[in-house]
């Protein structure tokens, strides 16, 4: 993705682009041609103070606009905003990660950055904390909204210069948290990265199929043990579980990531990090594979590199791969990628069928080994 620079004879575009799409949290919703008209002759996209760009994905294709104003100041503010057909594609957090990038790059040195939403717009929300983002304020009735003629809650998000520079996520201390109790340091990490023959990233909402086809394919392999394969799949239902493993990610709360063959596309399986504890940090790497990609090393493979982003990237101090003590396959994965059985929990499950207490073995790597 990147920022491309807009010009006042891209006006008509602009004025198209404002007027045919929806902003359910502004103060207007859909704003019509005169009002931006007026605000491209005050300077209010234009100006010593503000620049736009618009937002073009790897097509080239112009999914949204940012405007960046204050720009004579030591913290600028920013609004952005994405068009209603490319929105769920995660276009945002990434649109707001090249914003900052670009705030930091001026020459004035700027110290932070920040940016405003209503209190109830989850999706700016996730979208702010997925860039690194960290909720710094909550103004209580200060958003008002004409079409309800009615006061939100508003909320304030801010970037430091040193914690984009240093990749780093520095949470507030609100004076109500007690000592010792502070919440634990979040990592700012991209969303996907690349083994020798895999994509690993983050699920897209435009995965379900690929996600519902491989478990109806894999059944047979799989029912015995995961306790989504149980039943014949349904796509509603696999596109539902998607966007709560979506919301997930970028809250931070679970780490699913979808593996795709990097000379075909392919998806082949699913992977992530699972059981998180932040405050040391702590992961459990959980997979599965499509049936037609047993057997040629992939999952090794792709454990091996989610171990190195957890350790490397992540700060892990401990990752750790339970199974069934009867899962060959999956044991076989867990010691191929070098993990070490630390022991095996007797009579810690059942069996999917609910009928047969099973064992459970505990595979792990802890920092530095």
Not at 161 to 187: A, Y
């Amino acid at each position: 993705m990147l920022l491309q620079e807009w010009t006042m004879e891209e006006q008509e575009q602009l004025i198209h682009f404002m007027t045919t799409n929806t902003w359910p949290f502004d103060g207007e919703s859909h704003p019509g041609r005169t009002i931006i008209e007026k605000a491209i002759e005050e300077g209010g996209y234009e100006s010593d103070e503000v620049k736009t760009f618009w937002v073009e994905n790897e097509l080239g294709v112009k999914v949204g606009i940012v405007k960046i104003y204050d720009l004579q100041d030591e913290i600028p503010l920013f609004d952005l905003k994405i068009a209603d057909v490319s929105r769920g594609y995660g276009y945002g957090p990434k649109a707001l990660r090249l914003i900052a990038k670009y705030v930091f790059d001026l020459p004035e040195q700027k110290i932070r950055l920040e940016g405003h939403t209503r209190q109830d717009n989850v999706a700016m929300r996730k979208t702010f904390q997925r860039a690194g983002f960290v909720k710094e304020a909550h103004l209580r009735k200060a958003w008002f909204s004409p079409k309800e003629n009615s006061y939100y809650d508003a909320v304030t998000y801010g970037i430091t210069r040193e914690d984009f520079m240093g990749g780093t996520t520095t949470p507030v201390i609100w004076e109500d948290v007690e000592k010792g109790k502070e919440e634990p340091r979040i990592p700012v990490f991209l969303d996907s990265f690349e083994s020798e023959r895999l994509v690993i990233r983050a699920p897209q909402i435009e995965d379900s199929l690929d996600i519902w086809n491989a478990i109806r394919h894999s059944l047979p392999a799989l029912r015995e043990w995961l306790p989504f394969a149980q039943s014949e799949p349904e796509l509603e239902s696999t596109e539902e579980n998607l966007r709560e493993a979506i919301a997930n990610f970028i809250t931070r709360k679970d780490l699913r990531l979808h593996l795709f063959k990097k000379d075909t596309g392919e998806f082949i399986g699913s992977s992530g990090l699972h059981r998180i504890d932040w405050s040391i940090p702590k992961f459990e790497i959980g997979y599965w594979l499509a049936t037609e990609f047993e057997g040629l090393g992939y999952m090794t493979e792709a454990v091996r590199r989610i171990e190195r982003f957890a350790f490397e990237e992540l700060g892990a101090r401990r990752v750790e791969i339970r199974c069934d003590e009867q899962n060959k396959k999956s044991r076989t994965v867990a010691e191929r990628a070098g993990f070490i059985l630390e022991g095996t929990l007797k009579n810690d499950s059942l069996s999917m069928d609910g009928k047969v207490l099973r064992n459970t073995c505990i595979y792990a790597k802890i920092e530095g080994e």
